[in-house]
């Protein structure tokens, strides 16, 4: 019998190419959005690596462009946040660049000694960010005045994800990261002193790249525009703008916005997620009109066919069978067209245009696509199907 | 004898004499058919009773509109009677399911019609398999059955032709071949020469006449030429969806 279905459905080939394309479009538009859908989801199951809640970042403008501090405002900055600390509802105060949930973002890279590129972001950070933000430490241990006499090197905390790319199974600690110019006329190399879990500066919705921390000093000359303050849990909305005015009160000249890391976060994954809800939408509003169309063409499809169906029944096919040929006709067509697409689809895991995107996701983001486009050939099949029962063969073989 | 009166006498079912003793191939009692619209009732059939013989060669006759397709359709399970009682190989059939109706046209009724109704997109022999594929066997069985088929009509040479490259004698051959490939007991043809000239006409008679006698088939045939329903053991004539002589 499938023999058959597909014997009839390639010799009908001119009548069901344009069910083909229908169905060859919707499955590349399917594995588009599948893919993508699957890609997200996998994101978000990805742990973050940052504990957002309780936690207030202060936007510090020091009114003009300043790539360096001086030692004058490095000492205005280090009033600031001791004026932050003082205040009974304080936990803990950080300062680095850039902050969680600010949608931007550094990103540098390098070559490793076998020419593989690693890419992967980078912030600048103080020896309290790992309290301020529960940061969890799985190898070596986060910056602190240890650092301070570090010669030669500059230390760095990376994320698993950033170990595992560069050192694979060795342990990093103490490794150099990054590659050094062949004359030796660069900076101090860094040298990883910690490991993190994770770290998602951006949160659940964060491209998946590796991490690697540098150590940003209260008293150095590199500037930064967010501090990060901890506060008690419980602590009200309206101590935002006590802490404003405090730190206002101690640094005149500068501006201060105080906005809770949750509500940035949740600007944040809105950011992500409405483009994401327009495919969706503009996907679906297509496998509607595809939807329609096929039942269209099917229903035409059998209508056109009702001498053949009559035939079958005279020959011994019970409606069911009858359901079964307009199902399994559609579900050959199909199986051409997702044929097809599986020769475009299946480049993406070999040729890998992006890198963020794993091989995986691109085979389960295919399979589901499969799944769907079958299911929708399916459902669309089930009425004309319905239609081709219902047709009395005695009738059907005098139809004109 | 007014015609009333003349078609109450005709009612009775008629044996044939040369029948094989066993149930009829196929018996119709009382049978009625009745198409209902809206506005109007049409009676096609009315009062029939009607016994075929296992291995007899009939043919129906009857102008056009007297309800011999219709009865030919009541016959080969097409389509049920309002009324009546039909019965194949002496099973009473008119209240089976659809599913068992089916079940039963595969496997013990072949059908060949006037405009041959074969799948232009198929080729001869997948045209010929046709009705196997609703039985359970392997492909190789189905292959083999359908090539024995077209051997009988001779046509073993056009196996891959499709049939829009064949004569209209070739493709009501076809037809019987895919009629007879499951080997059913009763073949019932609608008018099988009636698109044909006379010379392939006799040649399809030639071929029903030769699976009832060679093979034993029951072959019911309605037509309209007196000249092939006289090749036949009995005639039956309808008039009005009754049955006249």
Request: charged fraction near 25%.
């Amino acid at each position: 019998m499938i023999r058959h279905l597909f014997v009839l459905v390639w010799n009908r080939k001119r009548t069901n190419a344009l069910l083909a394309a229908e169905l060859f479009v919707s499955f590349l538009v399917l594995f588009g959005v599948v893919t993508t859908a699957v890609y997200t989801a996998r994101k978000w199951s990805l742990p973050v690596g940052v504990v957002y809640r309780d936690v207030i970042d202060v936007e510090i403008d020091t009114q003009g462009e300043r790539r360096k501090f001086t030692p004058a405002d490095s000492e205005l900055f280090r009033q600031v946040a001791a004026a932050a600390r003082a205040l009974p509802e304080v936990e803990g105060v950080a300062a680095g660049n850039p902050a969680p949930f600010t949608q931007s973002s550094w990103r540098t890279d390098f070559r490793l000694e076998n020419g593989r590129q690693v890419r992967y972001a980078a912030g600048a950070v103080t020896d309290e960010w790992a309290d301020v933000l529960s940061l969890q430490v799985t190898r070596g241990r986060f910056f602190s005045r240890e650092d301070d006499a570090a010669k030669g090197f500059r230390p760095m905390v990376i994320t698993e994800q950033l170990a595992h790319e560069v050192f694979g199974d060795a342990d990093p600690i103490g490794k150099e990261l990054g590659e050094r110019a062949p004359d030796g006329s660069e900076e101090e190399p860094y040298k990883v002193v910690g490991v993190l879990a994770a770290y998602r500066q951006n949160g659940e919705l964060d491209e998946p790249i590796g991490y690697g921390l540098q150590r940003l000093r209260w008293d150095g000359e590199r500037s930064t525009d967010h501090m990060l303050v901890r506060v008690r849990p419980g602590t009200t909305a309206a101590f935002e703008e006590r802490l404003v005015k405090t730190l206002q009160n101690v640094a005149k000249d500068w501006a201060f916005r105080a906005q809770p890391l949750s509500a940035s976060r949740e600007v944040t994954n809105r950011l992500y997620v409405v483009p994401l809800i327009l495919l969706g939408g503009i996907a679906g509003f297509f496998a509607l009109m595809v939807a329609l169309g096929l039942i269209g063409v099917l229903w035409q499809n059998v209508t056109q066919r009702t001498r053949e169906i009559g035939l079958r029944r005279a020959k011994g096919a019970a409606a069911a069978n009858v359901r079964r040929q307009v199902i399994g006709e559609i579900a050959a067509v199909t199986t051409f067209a997702v044929g097809l697409g599986s020769v475009f689809a299946l480049q993406l895991p070999i040729l890998a245009p992006f890198d963020f995107v794993s091989g995986g996701t691109y085979l389960v983001g295919y399979a589901i696509s499969v799944v769907l486009v079958y299911a929708l050939a399916f459902v669309c099949a089930l009425y004309p199907a319905h239609l081709a029962t219902r047709v009395a063969p005695a009738e059907a073989l005098r139809y004109e | 004898m007014n015609l009333a009166t003349a078609l109450k006498a005709q009612e009775t079912p008629r044996i044939v004499a040369a029948a094989p003793a066993g149930p009829p191939a196929i018996s119709l009692r009382g049978v009625e058919k009745v198409y209902r619209t809206d506005r109007i009732e049409t009676v096609a059939l009315q009062s029939l009773n009607l016994e075929v013989g296992s291995g007899e060669f009939l043919s129906i006759m009857g102008p056009s509109g007297c309800g011999k397709s219709t009865l030919l359709n009541v016959m080969g399970l097409l389509d049920r009677p309002s009324n009546g009682e039909v019965s194949l190989g002496g099973r009473v059939v008119s209240s089976y399911r659809d599913k068992d109706l089916a079940a039963l046209r595969n496997k013990e009724i072949g059908f060949v019609f006037q405009s041959f109704h074969l799948i232009n997109d198929l080729t001869v022999v997948d045209n010929v398999e046709l009705p196997l594929l609703y039985r359970t066997m392997s492909g190789r069985e189905r292959r083999r059955l359908a090539l024995e088929a077209l051997d009988r009509v001779s046509l073993s040479s056009r196996v891959h032709h499709f049939p829009t490259q064949l004569s209209g004698g070739q493709q009501q051959r076809v037809a019987v071949a895919r009629a007879i490939v499951g080997k059913p007991r009763l073949l019932l043809a609608d008018e099988p020469t009636g698109n044909l000239d006379s010379a392939m006409g006799d040649e399809i008679i030639g071929i029903l006449t030769e699976l009832n006698e060679r093979d034993g088939a029951t072959v019911v045939m309605v037509t309209h030429d007196e000249r092939q329903a006289a090749k036949t053991q009995r005639i039956v004539r309808l008039f009005d969806g009754r049955q006249v002589h």
